[in-house]
């Protein structure tokens, strides 16, 4: 068997390559440790979840936490159902919205050159180098002044805001990487600028799309703050307030909690599982000039 025929054999591995695999391993079970003891907590009993010493694995585990928030004809249930909606709909509202926004303003900070270009790109990304706590009291009185408190506008207007800095700058290195002689050729043969920009660079945009989306849904779907400020009335809680509810001054339920808490991360770690090479794609492709 000649040598192209045998395969090629790994590369030993050195010391700092060693070191780099042991300390990726203790972040993984620092990470994962958490979602572990969150998910046991959620099929423990109430008292097996406050013993001391920790029951680590649960004895006799149950599904009474999950029955309950499921339950629409309980008033816990309903009012999770109700929280998870809201959240749902919330996060997917500023999703589609940040996209349809972000499309348009990313391509035009690539393909075109107008006066002032630079300094507008830059002064989108000026807003993520201060923490929203500092943006907290004037939207409260901006959102007071337009009537959009306890609403669910005001959440996803805030999340637009807030969402679209980084989600135009992805979308920008993308489109960098996608060669404008392909729209000259589309040109050329007829079609317009808009219809070359939908029919050649949309379906080559599309991991930039998704990526932008993921990273949408995930900031608005755990969002604290502002929904924490916002969001007065029971009926239009999101789930990260909402989860709340099972805190009180008597008494704590921590096994409704992990388990609400489990549910709320499912959809997220779904989503991202699912689209995770666009993801991947979309960060690398941005990044490398071609």
Same mark, same amino acid.
């Given at each position: ?17 060693? *070191? ?28 097996? @979840? !406050? ?38 709909? =919330? ?11 972000? *499309? ?23 807003? %993520?180098?201060?923490?929203?706590? =500092?943006?907290? =009291?004037? !939207? ?44 000259? @050729? ?14 050649? =660079? ?31 009335? %029971? ?23 992990? @388990? ?31």
């Amino acid at each position: 068997m000649s040598d192209a025929a045998t395969p090629r054999s790994r590369a030993s591995v050195g010391p700092w390559g060693w *070191v780099g695999r042991i300390f990726l391993t203790v972040m993984l079970l620092f990470t994962l440790l958490p979602m572990v003891w969150m998910l046991l907590t959620s099929f423990k009993s109430g008292f097996a @979840a !406050l013993q001391f010493p920790p029951q680590w694995w649960p004895k006799e585990p149950t599904l009474a936490s999950y029955k309950k928030l499921l339950d629409p004809t309980s008033s816990v249930g309903a009012d999770f159902l109700r929280f998870f909606w809201n959240s749902l709909f =919330v996060s997917t509202m500023s999703t589609i919205l940040s996209v349809i926004v972000a *499309v348009p303003a990313a391509y035009a900070f690539s393909r075109f050159d107008f006066p002032g270009r630079k300094f507008l790109f830059f002064s989108v990304l000026l807003r %993520n180098m201060f923490p929203a706590v =500092v943006f907290l =009291v004037p !939207l409260f009185i901006l959102m007071r002044l337009l009537g959009l408190m306890n609403t669910h506008g005001s959440l996803i207007l805030t999340y637009l805001t807030f969402g679209l800095p980084l989600a135009i700058w992805l979308l920008k290195g993308f489109y960098d990487n996608i060669p404008y002689q392909l729209e000259q @050729a589309a040109r050329i043969d007829g079609a317009s600028r808009f219809q070359a920009f939908v029919m050649i =660079v949309m379906p080559l945009s599309v991991p930039g799309i998704i990526a932008t989306a993921i990273y949408s849904f995930i900031g608005a779907w755990n969002e604290y703050i502002f929904a924490y400020t916002f969001i007065n009335r %029971n009926d239009r809680l999101t789930l990260p307030i909402g989860i709340q509810r099972f805190f009180s001054e008597s008494s704590s339920d921590f096994p409704g909690l992990m @388990a609400a808490s489990f549910m709320m991360s499912v959809p997220v770690v779904v989503l991202f599982l699912m689209l995770q090479r666009y993801f991947v794609r979309a960060l690398t492709e941005g990044a490398v000039k071609h």
